[in-house]
């Protein structure tokens, strides 16, 4: 064992009584989605998240994104927060 048993579920713990918000973030927010993982359904990140300013979709990589495709998550990443200059 790694003895990280705890440090996991106290994650879970905290976040089963934390206060969740009740209004939609407003943040600026990107998603950037690769093809071997999760794929996020649209309506709910919109429902969830006023201020969507990119999603993207990639056809290779996977949850480990920045080791299987980190050349699309640089890019991704670059092109997000150059609209913030």
Known sequence: M???????ARFYYENARAQTPT???TVPLGLASFADDFR????FAE???????????FDRGGH???HD???LLTDDIRQFFRRFR
């Open 2 to 8: 790694t003895n990280t048993a705890a440090s996991a």
């Open 23 to 25: 209004e939609p973030t």
């Open 40 to 43: 996020p359904i649209r309506k």
């Open 47 to 57: 429902r969830d998240h006023k201020n969507m300013v990119s999603w993207s979709e």
């Open 64 to 66: 480990w994104a920045a």
């Open 69 to 71: 495709a980190s050349d």
